[in-house]
C-alpha cells in the first residue's frame, strides 16, 4: 500500500524520466504484491469453506458475502465520492456508462476508463471472488471431490486467463492500459497466490525443504521482473515479453518473497507500525489519488523542489487521516454486521490475524 501510495503522491515532483520510471516501478509492483498476498490469503479462506464440500451452496454464498460486505461498502463510497469530486471539476468527467462501475465490468475486456482510476484492481478482485466459487461449483459437480475440484478450476482459470492476454497483448500497442488494467487479462495474478496457499496447506511438514527450495528458486524470478520495467513504458508497449510475461514472472517471484517471509516475525514495534497500515490498507487505496486531485486542486505544483516535498510530506498523513474516517465510519460498521450475520469459523492466517 506504501508503494502505490508514494507511487501516486511522485505527482507533486514533476518532470523527469527517472521520477517517472520510479512511479512505474512502485505502482507496478505495490498491485502485484497486493495481487499474490490477496490471492494467498483468499485461498487460505477458500480451502477452510470447501473442506468436506457436500454442494451445500450456503458455503460458497457465505464465502462470496463476507468478501462483499468486506469490500462493497467502502467502494461505493468512493464512487460516490469520485462522482462528487468529478462533478466540481477536480476529476475525469463522469462515463456515460457509470453503471459498470457498480458490478465491476467497467474494464473487463477493456481499457479502464480515466474516471476512479484506481478502480480496475479492484474490479479484478471482485471477478475473482465471484470466478473462484462459481467455478469451484461446476467441476465440483462433476468431479465431487473438493481438492481435485480446486486444482482443477485453479488451472482453468490460470490458464483461460494466460490464453485471453496473450491473444490481448499481440494486438496492444499501451502496455497498462491495454494489458495490465484488463480484468480478464490478470485474473491469474490472484490464482498464483491461491496456488501457494494451497502448497503450504496441503504439503506435510516433513516434505516442507521441498517447498522452501522451490520458494528460493521462483523468488530468483523477481530481479528479471525488476529489470523488465526498468527499461520504460515505451519500450514495454512494443514488447511481447514485458505485455505477456512480465506478469506470472513478477508474480512468482513475489510468491517466492511471500512463502519464504512467512517463517519470519518482524520486531513488535514495526509490527504495530506495519499492523495500523494494514488496517488502513484498503480505504487508503480507494482515497489516496482522490485526495491527490484535491490537494493538487488546492496547493498545486510549484518550481521549487523544497515545496514540492512539503506538499508530498503533507499527502501521506492527509491519505492516512482521511483514510480513518472512512475505515472506522464506513468499512468497520459493516464488518461488524458481516460478522454478526453471516458468522465463519476462525480462519487463521500464518500472521495470526484473522481475515
Known amino acids: 500500500m506504501l508503494m502505490v501510495v508514494i507511487s501516486h503522491g511522485l505527482n507533486f ?112 478482485e471482485e471477478i475473482f471472488y465471484f470466478l473462484l466459487p462459481l467455478t469451484f461449483f461446476g467441476i465440483w459437480a462433476i468431479l465431487r471431490k473438493p481438492v481435485p475440484a480446486l486444482l482443477a478450476t485453479l488451472f482453468l482459470l490460470l490458464s483461460v486467463s494466460m490464453a485471453l492476454r496473450y491473444h490481448g497483448a499481440m494486438e496492444a500497442t499501451l502496455w497498462d492500459e491495454q494489458v495490465r488494467k484488463v480484468t480478464l487479462f490478470r485474473i491469474d495474478s490472484l490464482m498464483w497466490g491461491v496456488l501457494l496457499s494451497i502448497l503450504h496447506r496441503t504439503i506435510p511438514a516433513s516434505r516442507r525443504c521441498i517447498l522452501q527450495r522451490g520458494s528460493y528458486a521462483i523468488a530468483c524470478l523477481l530481479p528479471i521482473a525488476v529489470y523488465t520495467t526498468t527499461h520504460g513504458t515505451d519500450w514495454m508497449n512494443k514488447s511481447l515479453f514485458a505485455k505477456f510475461w512480465l506478469f506470472p514472472i513478477a508474480s512468482l517471484g513475489i510468491c517466492g518473497i511471500l512463502s519464504l517471509g512467512l517463517k519470519f516475525s518482524l520486531p513488535r514495534m514495526v509490527t504495530a507500525i506495519t499492523s495500523a497500515i494494514a488496517k488502513l490498507s484498503y480505504s487508503m487505496y480507494l482515497s489516496n489519488i482522490a485526495v491527490l486531485l484535491v490537494m493538487l486542486y488546492l496547493v498545486g505544483v510549484t518550481n521549487s523542489t523544497a515545496d514540492n516535498l512539503i506538499r508530498l510530506a503533507a499527502y501521506f498523513p492527509a491519505v492516512i487521516a482521511v483514510s480513518a474516517l472512512s475505515y472506522y465510519f464506513v468499512e468497520k460498521p459493516f464488518l461488524w454486521v458481516r460478522d454478526r450475520w453471516f458468522p465463519a469459523g476462525r480462519t487463521l492466517m500464518p500472521t495470526g490475524t484473522v481475515a
Open 13 to 124: 515532483i514533476p518532470g523527469s524520466d527517472t521520477i517517472m520510471l520510479v512511479r512505474t516501478m512502485l505502482g507496478f509492483f505495490g498491485v502485484e504484491i497486493f495481487f499474490c498476498l490477496s490471492g494467498f490469503l483468499i485461498g487460505g479462506i477458500f480451502l477452510d469453506v470447501i473442506r468436506n464440500f457436500d454442494g451445500s451452496l450456503t458455503k460458497l454464498t457465505t464465502f462470496m458475502t463476507r468478501r462483499w460486505f468486506r469490500t462493497l461498502p467502502n467502494y461505493y463510497f468512493y464512487l460516490a465520492v469520485n462522482i462528487t469530486i468529478s462533478l466540481v471539476g477536480l476529476a475525469a468527467p463522469i462515463p456515460t456508462d457509470i453503471g459498470r462501475y457498480l458490478v465491476f465490468t467497467q474494464n473487463i475486456v477493456s481499457p479502464h476508463p480515466t474516471f476512479f482510476p484506481e478502480a480496475w484492481s479492484l474490479s479484478i
